[in-house]
């Protein structure tokens, strides 16, 4: 779980330390404010199932909190994480945050798209929306250097 969170913090904040931070600041405030949440929930340690629904459950409400706080700090840092950034990678992190954060919970965190509407708090076709247009710019951008 903590590498994917890394991962989908990464694709938010190209900076090791930034994206580290980022995860631990949403760690941080999902606790704080979902406390209430997290201690009514009981669990049957030995059920399997009810472990990884639990750990699911926990993913996706530490996500909510990494999302919403690193596109607000991804536009805080944009000049600076500029330096940062790979040049082969460049297509991808010239995307807006939004929009790098729904195809990065589609296709590396394996999210399905009422997943990502509940976790991010957006309508389908908001989300259908940024995949698409997501995808319609990289694939646009790789298609500019192969001659026609």
Do not use: W
Not at 22 to 38: R, S, T
Not at 73 to 78: E, G, N, T, V, Y
């Amino acid at each position: 779980m903590a590498e994917k969170l890394f991962r989908i913090a990464y694709n938010l904040i190209p900076d090791d330390l930034q994206a580290e931070q980022l995860v631990v600041d949403g760690f941080n405030a999902y606790l704080l404010k979902e406390k209430k949440n997290i201690l009514r929930r009981t669990v049957d340690f030995d059920n399997k199932k009810e472990t990884a629904a639990l750990r699911r459950f926990f993913f996706k409400g530490i996500l909510k909190y990494v999302g919403d706080i690193g596109i607000r700090r991804s536009a805080q840092l944009i000049e600076q994480l500029k330096l940062t950034i790979p040049t082969e990678y460049r297509p991808f992190y010239s995307l807006d945050p939004r929009v790098r954060l729904v195809m990065c919970l589609r296709f590396d965190a394996k999210l399905s798209v009422e997943e990502i509407e509940e976790v991010l708090q957006l309508p389908r076709y908001a989300v259908i929306e940024k995949i698409h247009n997501g995808r319609f710019l990289l694939m646009n951008d790789l298609n500019k250097g192969v001659p026609a």
